[in-house]
């Protein structure tokens, strides 16, 4: 049962070029969603975050949009850097209704930007 | 800039034995969780922890499992009897009110032989 998904486990650029990475969910409560970054045996390090009321977050060259509708959300990245080279996960979270926010992640998505 | 921290990096153990995850979360955070990451699978949600009790748990949290914050700053995973398929990396996260962020430490490999 994957409620959180990232149908692409791999994604490869060129440096300068836009990166889209994908994620889809399925439960329609999740009100808030975050992408991670993540490098072999080193813990997700935060990268950006969108709330359900917003259908679009900007911070520098990472802009994450939603849409409820189709229960999809991507993290663009430009330009993409190979220091932007990592394991991307995506994950939503329930904040509202008094629960914990505990994250479902998705699988992943690997990024490599070639020089 | 404030940083989740956990100790040890790595652990071996044998099958049987009991082992404990330690944690320092963030210092104003209010809530604190494990996930962990068995090897080439996604991360998963273990437990949260807030004002001192469990306040949801994972099915995977059973009752080999426990956790404590035995003071104000450390935040503690016990497996009391590790099988082999506990061999992943734990993460430990916290998040504080009104941020709605987690954020993780950089992880225990533990390792049941």
């Known amino acids: 049962d994957q409620q959180v998904k990232q149908n692409s486990p791999s994604l490869s650029v060129q440096e300068g070029r836009i990166s889209i990475l994908n994620c889809d969910y399925t439960n329609s409560m999740f009100d808030y969603f975050l992408w991670y970054k993540k490098y072999p045996a080193e813990g997700p390090t935060f990268l950006i975050s969108i709330s359900s009321i917003k259908d679009k977050n900007e911070d520098g060259r990472f802009t994450v949009f939603l849409n409820k509708s189709a229960k999809h959300l991507s993290l663009h990245i430009v330009p993409s850097q190979p220091g932007d080279s990592a394991v991307y996960f995506c994950?939503?979270?329930?904040?509202?209704?008094?629960?914990?926010?505990?994250?479902?992640f998705g699988k992943g998505t690997k990024l490599s930007v070639k020089p | 800039e404030p940083e989740v921290t956990q100790t040890p990096s790595h652990q071996v153990t044998q099958m049987g034995q009991e082992v404990i995850l330690r944690c320092v979360p963030i210092?104003?955070?209010?809530?604190f969780y494990w996930y962990r990451q068995i090897l080439g699978q996604k991360v998963e949600f273990l437990v949260s922890?807030?004002?001192?009790?469990?306040?949801?748990k994972s099915e995977i949290f059973d009752d080999q499992f426990s956790v404590e914050r035995p003071d104000g700053s450390n935040f503690t995973l016990k497996i009391r009897s590790t099988k082999l398929e506990d061999s992943a990396m734990y993460f430990c996260a916290s998040r504080g009110l009104p941020l709605e962020t987690q954020y993780f430490g950089p992880g225990t490999r533990l390792l049941v032989l």
């Open positions: 922890f807030y004002n001192n009790e469990i306040s949801e």
């Open positions: 210092s104003n955070h209010l809530y």
């Open positions: 994950a939503a979270s329930l904040l509202g209704g008094g629960s914990q926010g505990n994250l479902i």
